[in-house]
C-alpha cells in the first residue's frame, strides 16, 4: 500500500545493490532524520534528555556491538569495559589538555588497542567459552579502574569531565550535545551500513557462518574477527567518549559495570542479531521498556486504588520487563528487526500475500 | 603468612568452591543435555529458596520437609519451563535460547521479591554457627556441611548419568536426532534435565540462603557458577567438582596471600585470571570434551 | 494469524503505554518533592523501609494541613540504580516542577550533582553520593543532611577511645566491601591512626559480599581490638554472621548506619547480641513523632506500607530525612512567606535549618549555608537482642579530621572539571 509496489523488481544490479532500494525506504529514513532534527526544538528538555540522547546514544553501542555480536559472530560480554576504556582514555586525554575531537579519537584507539589486544588472547575459543573470556575481561577493568585512584579520580571515584567544544561549538548544552550525538550516530550507521556492502563485510560474514569454512575459501578468519574486535571497540571506545562528554558529564566505575554490558547485549539480541535496524528498535525496547513500564503500573496503582503491596508495585516492572524480552522472543526469535520485517514484506506485496517468484 | 592460616583457608575455601560447583552442575546438566546455557539457573536457585521459605516459615513445617517439598515443586516447574519456553526453541539460534533464559532470570528475580517482599529472609537449616575447632583451625559448620551436602548432590548425579536414564540422556546430549531414531523421548529427557537442574538449584538456593539470607542477590550466584562450569568444562561433571574447589581454594589462598599485597579484593581477579589461563591452555575446560566441528 | 493478532495486541499495548507523561496538578498549592529511588536493585534492603518513612511523615503533614496550606506531593519512582533511567526521572521531575529530588542511591547522586547545580534543584544525598558534598560552598544544592561516612568512622573512634581510655597500641581492624564506598572511610581511619597511636588493619571482600569465609579467619587470627565492618546490604548480614562463626566477642564490632533489625533477624536476634551501630536518629516508636504517625496516619489505615515495619531504624531514617526537608520548607516559609516556590527558596530554607530536634527524634540539626552535613552528631547504639539501645548520648567528634578530608576532595573536585 505504501510502497506502490506488488512484488520486489530491480532491473539492473546498481538498483539492487542501493543502500535503500525502494523510494519510500529513502522517503522514510529522510522523514525520521527530519523529526530527530527538528524534535529537540519542540520538544521539552524531558523529553530530549530523558529519552532522545540516551536512545541515540546507546543504538550507536549496539551498533558497535552488534557489528561484533550479529556481523562476525563473536559474543561480547564485556563491552561495558570497551566503553569505560573509551570514556577513562577520552576524558584524562580532555583533562591534559588535548582538544576533545583529538581526545575523543584517542578514547577510541584506546579501546580499539585493548579490546582486540585482549580479543587475540580470547579468540582462541568461541561460543560461550569466548563469552566467559570476555566476561574476565570485563572483571579485569572494572578491577583495574576502581583500584587506581589515578584512574577512578580520587576517593570519591568520580571523574569531572571538562567542557567539550567541537570544532568551536560548544557542547555543554543538551541540544548541542545531541546534535553531535545524532550526528556521530549517523556517521557509525553510515559506515556500518556500507561494510555489509564491501568484501570487508562479506568475509565477516563467511568468518561468522562458519570459520572453518571461510578459512577453506581462503578467508583468514583469525584476522578478520581481529579486525571486527578493533572496529567494534573503536565504536565502543568513541560512544564511552560520547558518554562521558554529552551525557553524564562525570564518569564513576559503576556506569561501565556488567549490567551495561548486559544491558547491550540484550538490546543487541532483542532488536535482531547481525540487524542496523535492530540496534535502534533493541535500544529503544530496553532502555524505555522499565521507565514506561514503571509510570504505566505507577499511573495503574494510583488510577484503581488497589492496595497492592510497595514491593509489588515496585517489581511488577521488573516482572513485566523481563516477560516482555521473553514474549519478544518466544513469538518472534530473530528480533524487533524481524518483527519489523514481516510488517514491511505484508505491506511489500499488499494487496497479496506472497511476492510472485 | 603462617601454614595454619593458609590450611584453615585452603579447608574453608575449598567448601565453599563445592557449594559454588552445586550450581554449575545445574547448568552443565542443561548444556550437556540440550546445549543451552541457562542463565536463569541463579534466580532458579533464589526461586528455590524462596520456596523453601514459604514452606518452612510461612506455612510453618520443619526444614526437613519443606526442603524437599520445595525441591519437588522446583522439578515441577523447571520442567514446565522447558515445556512452554524453551521448547519452542528448538532450531532458533541459540543465542536466542540463551536470551530467553535471560529474560526469564530478569522476570523471577522481579517475581519473587515483587510477591514476597523485598527484604532479606531468613532461613534456619539447623546449622549451629559454633565452628568446629581442631588445633589452630577453624572450621565454618555451615560451609562443612553445605560443602558435603553439594558433594553428595554433583556425586549423585554423576552415579545418575550411569543409570538408564542418564544413559539416555548422554544419549540425547551425543545426538538429537540419532537419539530420536532409535525411540527416545528426547523432549522428555531435555525436560527432566530442566527438572533435576531446578532441585540441585533448589539445594544450592537453601545451603546459600542459609549463609547470606534470602533475597534476589542470590541470583548473583550465576556469574560465578558459570565460570566454574567453563572451567570445569560446559559438559562434565566431575569438571564441575574439580573446577569449583579449585577456584574455592584459589580464591581463599589469594585474599590471604595476594590481598594485602595490592591492597584491594582481588579474588574476582583471580576468578577471571584462572579463566583466561585455562580458556587459553586448554579451550575446553577440564574435562569437556573437544568439540569436533564439521565444515 | 497467530502474529497478526500478536502485532494487534502489541500495538493496543504501545498506545495503552502512552498514559500522559505530564499530569499537571489544577491546584497550585502543592510542593513537590521527587523521590525516584532504587526499589529493584542495590538499595532494595533500605528503599522499601526508608520510602515509606518519609511517605508517612508526609502524609501526616498534609494530613495536618500541610505547611502554609500547601500540600506536599512526593513523586515516588523506581530508578532500578541504573543511571538513565534515574536521569529519566530527574528530568521528568524538573518538568513537573520538582524543588526537590531524593535519589537515595550513590551512583545517581554522584551523576546528579552537576545537574543539580546548573537547575538549582535541591538534591538531598543522606547516606549516599559524595562525602564530601557536606562543603555547603563547593556544592550549594547538595544537602546530606545526615553524618557522611568519614564522620561516622569518625564517631565509632572516637567512641572506643571513650571506652578504652586510649587507643594507644590498640589494633583495629577495618573489614570493607572493596567498592569506592567501601575504601571511603579509610583516609579517615589512617590520619586518626597516626594521631591516636592505633594500628589500623584493612580487609578489603569482593563486592558483593555473600562469602567473606577467606577474611574473617585472618581478622580473628590479627587479634584485634575492636573491628568495624562496613558494607550494605548481604555484606553486612555476612559479615556478621562469619565474625559470629569465628568467636569475634560482638561487643566489640561495629558498622556505619547500615545496619538494621531485618539484619539482625538474618544473623539470629540473639547471637547478635552486642554489636554497635552509629544512629543517626532514633530508633523504635517510641518518639514522638512516630507516635504522631501512628494516630494520624497509620490507624486511620492511611500508611504507605507493612505497619510492622513502622519504627525500623531505616523507616526512622525515612521520617528523619523527611522531616529535615519540610522543616527546609517552613524555614524557606519563614523567609519568604510568598515565594515564589522554588529550588532556590527551599534551598535558603534548608540553609537555615537551625537547632531541629524533631521533637526529639534527631540530634540538634543546624544546616548553614557551610554545613551541608548538619553538625554531624550521632550516638552509637547497641543491639541488645531485640532493639538498637543507645550507647551514648548525641555526641560530634574528630570533626576537624573530617572537615580537613572534606575541604581536600571539595577542593578537588572544583580544581577538576577546567
Known amino acids: 500500500m505504501f510502497y506502490r509496489r506488488a512484488g520486489i523488481r530491480h532491473t539492473s544490479y546498481r538498483s539492487e545493490r542501493r543502500l535503500w532500494r525502494l523510494p519510500f525506504d529513502r522517503g522514510l529514513v529522510v522523514a525520521v532524520l527530519i523529526v530527530l532534527l527538528i524534535l529537540p526544538l519542540v520538544v521539552d528538555r524531558l523529553y530530549l534528555v530523558g529519552y532522545l540522547l540516551p536512545w541515540v546514544i546507546w543504538s550507536t553501542a549496539a551498533l558497535g556491538l552488534n557489528f561484533l555480536m550479529g556481523g562476525a559472530g563473536q559474543v561480547h560480554l564485556g563491552y561495558g569495559a570497551i566503553i569505560a576504556i573509551g570514556a577513562y582514555a577520552s576524558a584524562h586525554a580532555a583533562r591534559f589538555g588535548v582538544p576533545f575531537e583529538i581526545a575523543m579519537v584517542a578514547g577510541g584507539l584506546a579501546s580499539a588497542v585493548v579490546g582486540s589486544a585482549f580479543g587475540a588472547t580470547a579468540l582462541r575459543v568461541k561460543g560461550l567459552y569466548l563469552a566467559m573470556a570476555t566476561l574476565a575481561m570485563q572483571s579485569i577493568v572494572d578491577f583495574v579502574i576502581i583500584h587506581v585512584p589515578a584512574i577512578s579520580g580520587g576517593g570519591q571515584a568520580t571523574l569531572r569531565v571538562p567542557p567539550a567544544r567541537f570544532l568551536g561549538i560548544d557542547l555543554t548544552e543538551d541540544v548541542r550535545s545531541y546534535y553531535f550525538v545524532l550526528l556521530v550516530g549517523i556517521v557509525v550507521t553510515l559506515f556500518v551500513l556500507n561494510v555489509g556492502r564491501s568484501s570487508f563485510g562479506r568475509a565477516l560474514a563467511a568468518v561468522r557462518e562458519k570459520d572453518y569454512a571461510a578459512a577453506v575459501i581462503g578467508v583468514d578468519s583469525f584476522r578478520f574477527k581481529l579486525l571486527a574486535f578493533w572496529v567494534s571497540s573503536f565504536i565502543g571506545g568513541i560512544v564511552g567518549a560520547l558518554l562521558a562528554f554529552c551525557y553524564y558529564r562525570a564518569i564513576s566505575p559503576d556506569q561501565f559495570h556488567l549490567d551495561l554490558s548486559i544491558q547491550l547485549v540484550a538490546m543487541v539480541i532483542v532488536g535482531g542479531l547481525g540487524s542496523i535496524l535492530g540496534s535502534f528498535f533493541g535500544a529503544a525496547l530496553i532502555l524505555f521498556a522499565p521507565i514506561l513500564l514503571n509510570q504505566a503500573v505507577g499511573a495503574l496503582a494510583v488510577s484503581s486504588g488497589l492496595g497492592i503491596s510497595a514491593d509489588l508495585r515496585a517489581h511488577l516492572p521488573l516482572l513485566l520487563y523481563g516477560a516482555m524480552i521473553m514474549g519478544f522472543l518466544l513469538i518472534e526469535p530473530l528480533g524487533l528487526a524481524k518483527i519489523y520485517d514481516n510488517i514491511r514484506n505484508y505491506l511489500l506485496v499488499w494487496p497479496f500475500r506472497h511476492a510472485p517468484r | 603468612m603462617d601454614a595454619s592460616l593458609l590450611l584453615e583457608l585452603a579447608v574453608n575455601g575449598a567448601f565453599i568452591g563445592m557449594m559454588y560447583a552445586l550450581v554449575s552442575a545445574g547448568i552443565v546438566l542443561i548444556y550437556k543435555t540440550s546445549g543451552i546455557a541457562n542463565l536463569a539457573q541463579g534466580a532458579l536457585a533464589m526461586t528455590g529458596a524462596y520456596m523453601a521459605w514459604i514452606g518452612g516459615t510461612l506455612i510453618g513445617l520443619p526444614i526437613w520437609v519443606a526442603a524437599p517439598l520445595a525441591a519437588a515443586v522446583m522439578f515441577g516447574i523447571g520442567a514446565l519451563i522447558e515445556r512452554f519456553a524453551m521448547r519452542r526453541m528448538i532450531g532458533q539460534p541459540l543465542i536466542m535460547a540463551i536470551m530467553l533464559t535471560m529474560g526469564m532470570e530478569i522476570m523471577l528475580r522481579g517475581l519473587m521479591p515483587g510477591i514476597l517482599g523485598a527484604s532479606v529472609k531468613k532461613i534456619d537449616i539447623g546449622i549451629p554457627n559454633a565452628p568446629i575447632i581442631l588445633g589452630d583451625i577453624l572450621i565454618n559448620r555451615t560451609l562443612l556441611i553445605g560443602g558435603l551436602i553439594s558433594f553428595a548432590m554433583i556425586v549423585a548425579s554423576i552415579l545418575f548419568f550411569n543409570s538408564r536414564l542418564g544413559v539416555v540422556m548422554r544419549a540425547v546430549s551425543d545426538d538429537q536426532t540419532a537419539s530420536w531414531s532409535v525411540g527416545i523421548r528426547v523432549e522428555r529427557a531435555i525436560a527432566i534435565a530442566w527438572g533435576l537442574s531446578a532441585v540441585m538449584a533448589t539445594t544450592a538456593g537453601v545451603l546459600w540462603g542459609a549463609t547470606q539470607g534470602i533475597d534476589w542477590s542470590l541470583s548473583l550466584l550465576l556469574i560465578k557458577a558459570l565460570a566454574i562450569a567453563i572451567l570445569g568444562g560446559l559438559d562434565s561433571i566431575p569438571g564441575v567438582l574439580i573446577a569449583g574447589i579449585i577456584v574455592g581454594l584459589v580464591e581463599s589462598l589469594a585474599t590471604g596471600i595476594i590481598d594485602p599485597i595490592i591492597g584491594g579484593g582481588s579474588r574476582d581477579l583471580v576468578a577471571s585470571a584462572i579463566i583466561l589461563i585455562t580458556l587459553l591452555i586448554r579451550p575446553h575446560g577440564l574435562l569437556g570434551r573437544e568439540h569436533i566441528e564439521r565444515v | ?418
Not at chain 3, 522554588?342 to 534548608?350: F, K, P, Q, R, T
Open chain 3, 1 to 418: 494469524m497467530k502474529r497478526r493478532t500478536f502485532l494487534t495486541a502489541a500495538g493496543a499495548a504501545f498506545v495503552g503505554l502512552q498514559i500522559p507523561i505530564r499530569n499537571a496538578l489544577a491546584d497550585d498549592k502543592v510542593i513537590r518533592f521527587a523521590m525516584p529511588q532504587d526499589f529493584t536493585r542495590v538499595y532494595t534492603f533500605v528503599t522499601v523501609e526508608y520510602s515509606q518513612g518519609q511517605r508517612d511523615y508526609i502524609s501526616l503533614v498534609n494530613a495536618k494541613g500541610g505547611i502554609n496550606g500547601y500540600q506536599i506531593v512526593a513523586d515516588i519512582s523506581d530508578h532500578g540504580n541504573d543511571l538513565p533511567r534515574a536521569l529519566e526521572a530527574y528530568e521528568r521531575a524538573k518538568a513537573q516542577g520538582a524543588i526537590l529530588v531524593d535519589p537515595l542511591s550513590t551512583p545517581v547522586a554522584r551523576a546528579l550533582v552537576q545537574r543539580a547545580a546548573a537547575d538549582k534543584i535541591n538534591l538531598i544525598t543522606a547516606y549516599s553520593g559524595r562525602s564530601d558534598a557536606a562543603d555547603g560552598e563547593t556544592f550549594p544544592y547538595v544537602f546530606p543532611l545526615s553524618p557522611n561516612y568519614w564522620t561516622q568512622a569518625g564517631l565509632l573512634i572516637d567512641y572506643f577511645r571513650q571506652q578504652d581510655g586510649d587507643l594507644k597500641g590498640k589494633k583495629i581492624c577495618f573489614v570493607h566491601i572493596d567498592t569506592p564506598f567501601g575504601k571511603e572511610p579509610i583516609p579517615i581511619l589512617e590520619a586518626l591512626a597516626a594521631k591516636q597511636g592505633f594500628s589500623l588493619q584493612t580487609f578489603p571482600y569482593t563486592p558483593p559480599g555473600n562469602d567473606q569465609s577467606a577474611i574473617w579467619p585472618q581478622v580473628r587470627r590479627a587479634k584485634p581490638d575492636w573491628v568495624v565492618f562496613w558494607g550494605a546490604a548481604v555484606g553486612q548480614t555476612v559479615a556478621l554472621t562469619e565474625a559470629i562463626r569465628n568467636g569475634i566477642p560482638m561487643n566489640r564490632v561495629a558498622s556505619s548506619v547500615w545496619l538494621s533489625e531485618s539484619d539482625m533477624d538474618v544473623v539470629g536476634r540473639a547471637q547478635a547480641t552486642g554489636v554497635l551501630k552509629v544512629e543517626p536518629c532514633a530508633s523504635g516508636q517510641s518518639p514522638k513523632i512516630i507516635q504522631d504517625i501512628i494516630k494520624t496516619v497509620i490507624e486511620p489505615a492511611k500508611g504507605a506500607g507493612d505497619r510492622a515495619k513502622v519504627g525500623t531504624a531505616y523507616y526512622n531514617y525515612g521520617v528523619m530525612m523527611a522531616a529535615l526537608m519540610i522543616e527546609g520548607v517552613r524555614k524557606a516559609f519563614e523567609k519568604a512567606p510568598n515565594g515564589p516556590i522554588s529550588g532556590d527558596w527551599l534551598n535558603a530554607g534548608l540553609n537555615a535549618i537551625s537547632n531541629f530536634d524533631a521533637e526529639g527524634l534527631i540530634p540538634p540539626t543546624t544546616v548553614t549555608n557551610t554545613d551541608h552535613q548538619g553538625g554531624g552528631q550521632c550516638r552509637i547504639a547497641r543491639w541488645d537482642g531485640s532493639k538498637f539501645v543507645p550507647a551514648t548520648d548525641w555526641f560530634s567528634a574528630n570533626q576537624d579530621v573530617v572537615w580537613g578530608e572534606i575541604k581536600k576532595s571539595s577542593a578537588e573536585y572544583k580544581a577538576s572539571g577546567k
